[in-house]
């Protein structure tokens, strides 16, 4: 049995990190990763450690909470079926943060697919193993492993051209 206080201590900074990269937007973060640990807590008598790790089931909570959430957005700004335009405002999220080296990387990732930020996020800021990530994303090790080498590529070079 997961003791829900150890939990909690354990993945909240790396859920919402995870969660904020993907989002870039604090106030929407801090809502999610709410909604993500209360489905935890209510589930977690449903975790099985023999179907894999604990911070993967974790974070598939939290990968599914984010893509929920997409989803309920996108319906709510449908209007008389027209479709409107639901990216963030990345330039006035960056525009709030004081690091110009910060500023310059959250641009890099708003730049990102959402899976390849899922990636970076999981790996850099939520500390994932690719082994981890694979099994979140449904994905293989090796293309795990590849696809982060080539974004990290990208954002080193993209740093570089900033002069960062």
Excluded: C
């Amino acid at each position: 049995m997961v003791d829900v206080e150890s939990m909690y201590v354990e993945y909240f900074p790396k859920v919402y990190n995870f969660v904020y990269y993907k989002l870039l937007n604090r106030d929407q973060t801090d809502e999610l990763v709410s909604e993500i640990f209360v489905k935890a807590v209510e589930k977690i008598d449903t975790f099985d450690e023999s179907k894999g790790k604990f911070s993967t089931w974790v974070f598939t909570i939290a990968r599914n909470s984010i893509i929920d959430s997409f989803r309920r957005r996108k319906d709510n700004l449908s209007i008389d079926g027209d479709e409107i335009d639901i990216s963030d405002d990345f330039d006035m999220q960056a525009s709030l943060i004081k690091s110009e080296e910060r500023k310059k990387l959250h641009s890099l990732l708003a730049e990102l697919t959402q899976r390849e930020r899922s990636i970076i996020t999981m790996k850099y800021f939520a500390e994932m193993t690719n082994r981890e990530i694979a099994a979140t994303l449904e994905m293989k090790e090796s293309a795990v492993s590849m696809a982060a080498w080539r974004v990290r590529q990208r954002l080193r070079e993209g740093l570089q051209e900033y002069g960062v």
